[in-house]
Each structure stands twice: as C-alpha cells, then as structure tokens.
C-alpha cells in the first residue's frame, strides 16, 4: 500500500498540484468535487487548506478509490468516496441532496495505479490481458473484445483520431488479418509487437512504436472523450458565485473540448458558421481564469516525466 500512496518506491506525483490549488482556493472552505479522485493526491492537498472544506471523490476506478479513501481515512467525514463515472455528477449530487459547490478539480486520464499495473493491460511493459478498463470490476467491453468486434475501418479511425497515428490503417488491417487467421489479438505484448512490426522502428523514435496505439485503444475503452461538453456544463452550473473550476487534460482532443466549451460558457459564441445567429448556445456564465492553458514547468517535467503533456485550465463562476 506505501507504493500506492507516494512510498518512496513508486513516488505519486499530482500533476500541477500547487497551480490546481491556487486556482480552486480551498482555503475558502466548502465543498469541492474531485471528479477524478485517483489515488487522492489533490483531494488530500485540497483537504489539508481548511477544516472547513469538504470533498466528494469520484473514480470509476474501485481499486483507485480504495487507496485514495485510506490515505484520506484522518479527514474523516469530510472526504466522501463515490465510486461512480463523474458523467453521473447530477444524479449523485441530486441522490445527495448537495445543491451547490465551492469548486470542481478534474484531472483527467489514465492514474499511475492503472499505467503501472501489471495485470490491468494499460501498459505494454508488462505481458498482460489486453483489458484497459478503468472500471476492471464494470461490464463494458476489454480492449481485446473491442479489436473482436469493431470492422478494421473503424480500428483504423480510433487508432488514428485518438492517437494521431499515421499507420493507423495498416495496424487495422493486421489486427483484423490475425483475427481472421483465427489467432485474434488478446494480450498487450501480442498488439506491442504487432504494432512494432507493422509500424516499423523508426530512427531517432522516442516513444514506443504501440505508445499511440495503446493510447487510442484506452481511450475508445472507456469512452473518455464522450459527453465532456455536457459534463462540464453540469458542473458549472452546480457552481456557487465565485465558485472555480479547474480541469486537468492530457490529449489534445480532450483540451479542445475544454476550450471550446469554457469558452461558450464565458459568452464567447463557438458556432462553426458565423451567420449572425448564434445557435450553440453561448452564455457568460463565468471568467476565464487562463487565456492560454498553463503547463508544468521544467522542474516537474523533470520530476515526473508523465506530466509532460498536462494542460490545466481554469474558470470562476460569475
Ligand atoms: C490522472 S488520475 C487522477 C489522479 C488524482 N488527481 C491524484 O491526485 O491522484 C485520473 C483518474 O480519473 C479516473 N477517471 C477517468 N475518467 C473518469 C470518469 N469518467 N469518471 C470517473 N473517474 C474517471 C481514472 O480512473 C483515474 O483514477
């Protein structure tokens, strides 16, 4: 359990933790949401700024949220776990009968309990089922049932849209070649090194041939570029006055969606085709807090090269 909450062997490094924090001012008190509890790094910093604060955790990741609720056990009653996908936010606030909040952390992507497992198939570092799931205990489908049932065109468009893969069709067309030899793709070393020969081992190449591949497969998996744009709307109106939002994204698709919608929510109208009507619904329901998106600095790079793609970005409710 040490690894699993920052032992010195596996050290847990919050990304953006301290800009996190001065964007949602804890210190305010109230009740704050961490959509994406983890293994509680934020929740715990946000907890630490007041007694007077509140969190209600939520991960769709069992395992996650259990390491998070003992290393949060000393706050007692004020941290809450729920063990539900944040897409669900009104719901459990409404079961909750919690009509408002001070502010709302997500910090999206995969936890460092789920890249580094060595059986949950997140990664090809280890030879494991192909499963990816973040919810291992759900009944959505594994990784491995996906490359079952999806047509090679449709693999081909998640590998290159969710992974900016350039040989996206050729990977598909080789998974799909295995499966029809009756030998389908079923653990992470077997798509590892399907890849690796189908992309072909560049020279200079930093990352791992599968890196976009695996990247692409976990997000189709656990549907994570779906319903951001409604969810953050939900959040932003269960928001007091002077109430923050701050939101963590890792894919540029992700960060899109953020921006777009952040930005119809301050009352900047998104509509594709500028007619002089605007039909997206544009509203000014907060103050961007970040025109451009803030990144960690050399020194966390360093630290944990993982945070390297982390863009965060912030709102006050007006
Ligand atoms: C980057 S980690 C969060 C790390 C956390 N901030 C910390 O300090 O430890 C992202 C977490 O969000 C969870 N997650 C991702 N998408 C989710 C969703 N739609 N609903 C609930 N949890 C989600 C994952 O299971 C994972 O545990």
């Not at 301290?18 to 704050?32: M, S, Y």
């Not at 969190?55 to 259990?66: K, Q, S, T, Y």
């Not at 079952?148 to 998640?158: C, G, H, Q, T, Y």
């Not at 070649?177 to 690796?196: F, H, M």
């Amino acid at each position: 359990m040490a690894a699993l909450l920052g032992g010195r062997s596996a050290p847990h490094r919050p990304v953006l933790l301290r800009e996190a924090i001065e964007f949602l001012k804890p210190e305010r008190g109230g009740l704050f949401l961490d959509c994406t509890v983890g293994l509680g790094g934020h929740s715990e910093a946000i907890l630490e700024t007041s007694e007077a604060t509140r969190v209600i955790g939520f991960d769709r990741d069992g395992e996650a949220l259990a390491a998070a609720t003992q290393r949060l056990l000393r706050f007692g009653n004020r941290f809450q776990a729920v063990h539900a996908d944040f897409r669900e936010v009104s719901r459990v606030m409404n079961e909750r009968g919690e009509k408002q909040v001070a502010g709302v952390l997500v910090d999206l992507g995969v936890s460092s309990l789920q890249f580094d497992s060595e059986t949950r198939g997140f990664s090809f570092r280890f030879d494991a089922p192909l499963d990816m799931r973040m919810d291992a205990a759900g009944d959505e489908e594994t990784a491995a049932e996906l490359l079952l049932r999806l047509s090679e065109e449709e693999i081909a468009r998640i590998i290159f849209e969710y992974g900016e893969e350039r040989n996206s069709r050729r990977i598909a067309k080789w998974i799909v070649e295995q499966r029809e030899q009756g030998t389908p793709i079923s653990t992470t070393k077997e798509l590892a090194d399907l890849v690796a020969r189908a992309a072909g081992k560049k020279k200079h190449q930093r990352i791992h041939p599968a890196t976009r591949t695996f990247q692409a497969l976990r997000i189709a998996v656990n549907h994570e570029l779906e319903d951001l744009a409604p969810f953050v709307e939900e959040v932003i109106d269960l928001l007091e006055t002077d109430g923050r939002f701050v939101v963590i994204s890792f894919h540029s698709l992700e960060d899109r969606i953020m921006k777009h919608e952040l930005r119809r929510l301050s009352g900047r109208c998104q509509c594709q085709h500028r007619t002089g009507v605007c039909n997206c619904g544009a509203r000014r329901a907060v103050e961007l807090l970040t025109k451009r998106p803030v990144t960690p600095d050399e020194f966390e790079i360093e630290a944990n090269p993982r945070a390297r793609s982390a863009k965060l970005r912030a709102c006050r409710k007006l």
